[in-house]
């Protein structure tokens, strides 16, 4: 009655069950172990667990196994590190495209009455807690990219900017290597919004943003909105003379825009201001001396009539302008 009963469970139970004996022989191997791993019972039975996963000997599984039967030890796999270590398949579709379902493997050592220690092995699907937390994971760096995104440009904004500029400075630290920062401003826009529309005023600022990262050619380049209509650009391993090129590139490409402003006070069309500070950041130096001195020159390039581009130089305490 009992051993109906055991046998009974053991069939609804869905969750493998594979009961091991001190030799390391599989003595119970239960239908849901043989539903998922195509091999019958009758085939299993009696057979050393490295004989049938020979794949797996020595391997995590085998070690807990080992531990439970000789130390008496339970353990539980982490499914982060040990994914699919049986292999198991949620149907015959994915057995042909070897697709193994994601497993809990829990390895337990059995103590029966008059017997020596066993082992029992608890394998469970968690293929479809999986999925979620993937498309959770997915979700989240979705929402977090979309707050690191700014929504009238399509390029990153103040926030991705901030978290850019930090990782880039930290690295220019442990390399001793230039690090150089352009701050871009709208020649006169407030005139262009006031007499063209805020519309036509974010068609603008997107046309700008667009041409100012077309100048780019490296992924750990930065070209971000940082706020209104001033933009922000983070060169890595980028000297003096690179981010001169880089900063004029870009002020000839928004000149070449021709995009008509007859409300300018420097020409027909919309022009920008740049600033170009570089440093290679001593031990102590923080992230704002390289903006102020960006800004610094920003604010050289406005009072040098506009439409130009400064870099600053701390040596000489003054900006130049080209």
């Known amino acids: 009655m009992q051993l109906s009963l055991l046998q009974g469970v ?4 869905r969750a493998g069950i594979i009961v091991i004996d001190p030799d390391q ?5 239960n239908q849901w172990m043989e539903q998922h791993s195509l091999l019958p ?4 039975q009696g057979k050393a667990f490295c004989d049938v996963f020979p794949g797996m000997a020595d391997g995590r599984t085998h070690v807990a196994i080992l531990a439970a039967l000789e130390n008496n030890f339970a353990s ?13 398949y949620a149907n015959s579709a994915d057995a042909a495209n070897a697709v193994r379902m994601q497993q809990a493997v829990h390895v337990m050592p059995l103590e029966i009455t008059g017997l020596p220690r066993h082992c029992v092995v608890q394998i469970t699907d968690v293929s479809m807690a999986v ?23 399509g390029i990153a904004n103040r926030r991705r900017f901030d978290l850019h500029l930090d990782d880039e400075f930290r690295r220019a630290k442990r390399n001793a290597t230039p690090l150089s920062l352009i701050m871009i401003d709208v020649d006169y826009f407030k005139d262009y919004n006031d007499n063209y529309g805020h519309q036509h005023g974010d068609q603008c ?18 070209v971000a909105r940082y706020g209104g209509e001033e933009f922000t650009v983070v060169l890595p391993e980028t000297n003096e003379d690179g981010a001169m090129r880089i900063a004029e590139a870009m002020r000839a490409e928004i000149e070449g825009l021709n995009i008509e ?15 170009v500070s570089t440093v290679v950041p001593e031990h102590t130096a923080k ?9 610094r020159a920003l604010y050289q390039a406005k009072r040098s009539g506009r439409n130009c581009v400064v870099m600053y130089s701390d040596s000489r305490k003054k900006a130049d302008q080209v």
């Open 205 to 222: 600022l997107a046309q700008i943003a667009s041409a100012l990262g077309g100048v780019l050619h490296r992924a750990c380049d930065l």
């Open 131 to 153: 999925a979620r937390e993937k498309k959770l994971r997915d979700l989240a760096t979705e929402l977090e990219s979309q707050t690191l995104v700014d929504g009238l440009t």
């Open 261 to 275: 402003h007859a409300y300018s006070g420097v020409a027909k069309f919309v022009t920008v201001s740049l600033g």
């Open 41 to 44: 019972s009758a085939d299993i």
């Open 287 to 295: 992230t704002g001396s390289l903006i102020h001195a960006a800004d």
């Open 10 to 13: 053991l069939k609804t139970v």
């Open 76 to 88: 539980l796999l982490s499914q982060t590190l040990n994914k699919a270590p049986f292999p198991l």
């Open 25 to 29: 022989r599989i003595v119970m191997w």
